[in-house]
């Protein structure tokens, strides 16, 4: 599981930051799920690594411009590219007006299958919003000036480790019977004898899990839906001496992604959303916020635009 951020700005772009965007390289297969797309997406798109051909998914976490206004050419331009089995798109339930409305007025005809979930009842009920054989994802809102929502995504427990040296001793030949066996499975070789999967791996392994929080003040429900994750991107749009701005518009500052980080004994925070006011010349700059939030929870960074970041498990801690 590997994240990319396309765009780590707040309100507005940057000469070095973008404004919100992230992909989520899955897996084991090739497969891409975005979460937000402000203005310009698609260009950071072609000025990275990654290919807009493996674009699965998309969450918006809420309605705001810089979290949106990016998405209508995205996905006019995969239209064009006629490269795409179908998107799904996850999101407060006006996304699918501004979605079908934008591109309506503009005469853009899209011609793969878009299909648009609304999230609320999952998020207020704290239900499961997805579910597929790899992965779960989560949702919850947060607070904001509109209604907007954090996403987990969960990576299933993967079988515990294959004893290859005890198939080999028992001359169990390799291929699918491997495999069948490192699932837990019954199997009868060829010659009749028969093994139980479950003498032959170890205890279940947890899979990998991320959280991408924004925008919101702090909450108890960023916290509830961290708990334990290995990766927490969050926002950080204001510097703690800015904290009453940071009330004001229903942001938080770095102190407070911090203090959600070590509430729910993440392993890793990423501080995104960041205000423009602290550019790297001025008297508060992005590293200073990157210091207050360490000086709570040490194991942070602060991400920028283009910076790729393998989601790794997290060290058990009380």
């Known amino acids: 599981m590997q994240v990319t951020f396309l765009g780590t700005s707040s309100g507005v772009p940057t000469r070095n930051r973008n404004v919100s965007a992230m992909a989520l390289r899955l897996p084991q297969r090739s497969?891409?799920?975005l979460f937000d797309c402000g203005e310009a997406t698609q260009h950071q798109f072609f000025r990275s690594d990654l290919r807009l051909s493996q674009l699965k998914k998309i969450f918006i976490t809420h309605m705001h411009g810089d979290h949106i206004f990016g998405l209508p050419g995205l996905l006019?331009?995969?239209?064009?590219?006629?490269?795409?089995?179908?998107?799904?798109?996850?999101g407060p339930k006006p996304l699918k007006d501004f979605i079908y409305g934008v591109l309506k007025s503009s005469s853009s005809k899209i011609s793969y299958p878009i299909n648009i979930f609304p999230i609320e009842e999952a998020a207020?009920?704290?239900?499961?919003?997805?579910?597929?054989?790899d992965l779960l994802v989560h949702c919850i809102p947060l607070e904001?000036?509109?209604?907007?929502?954090?996403?987990?995504?969960?990576?299933?427990?993967?079988?515990?480790?294959?004893n290859l040296e005890l198939a080999?001793?028992?001359?169990?030949?390799?291929?699918?019977?491997?495999?069948?066996?490192?699932?837990?499975?019954?199997v009868t070789l060829k010659d009749?004898?028969?093994?139980?999967?479950?003498?032959?791996?170890?205890?279940?392994?947890?899979?990998?899990?991320?959280?991408?929080?924004?925008?919101t003040v702090f909450t108890e429900n960023a916290i509830e839906i961290a708990k334990g994750a290995d990766l927490l991107i969050h926002e950080a749009t204001f510097a703690h001496k800015d904290a009453d701005l940071a009330y004001q518009r229903a942001h938080s500052t770095s102190t407070m992604a911090a203090q959600i980080a070590s509430e729910a004994n993440v392993?890793?925070?990423?501080?995104?959303?960041?205000?423009?006011?602290?550019?790297?010349?001025?008297?508060?700059?992005?590293?200073?916020?990157?210091?207050?939030?360490?000086?709570?929870?040490?194991?942070?960074?602060?991400?920028?635009?283009?910076?790729q970041l393998d989601v790794k498990k997290r060290c058990n801690s009380s």
Request: aromatic letters at 10%; a neutral charge.
């Open 31 to 33: 497969e891409l799920w």
């Open 76 to 90: 006019a331009s995969i239209g064009l590219a006629g490269n795409s089995s179908g998107i799904n798109l996850y």
């Open 124 to 133: 207020y009920n704290r239900n499961l919003l997805l579910e597929d054989d």
């Open 144 to 162: 904001h000036r509109v209604p907007a929502f954090a996403y987990r995504v969960d990576q299933k427990p993967k079988p515990g480790r294959f």
């Open 168 to 186: 080999q001793k028992l001359r169990i030949p390799p291929g699918p019977d491997y495999a069948a066996l490192q699932r837990g499975e019954v």
């Open 192 to 215: 009749g004898r028969i093994f139980n999967g479950k003498e032959f791996t170890g205890p279940s392994r947890d899979g990998l899990s991320m959280v991408y929080c924004t925008d």
């Open 267 to 307: 392993g890793q925070l990423a501080l995104t959303h960041l205000s423009p006011r602290y550019a790297p010349n001025n008297e508060i700059t992005p590293n200073d916020l990157l210091n207050e939030a360490k000086a709570i929870f040490p194991n942070t960074l602060l991400a920028k635009d283009f910076l």
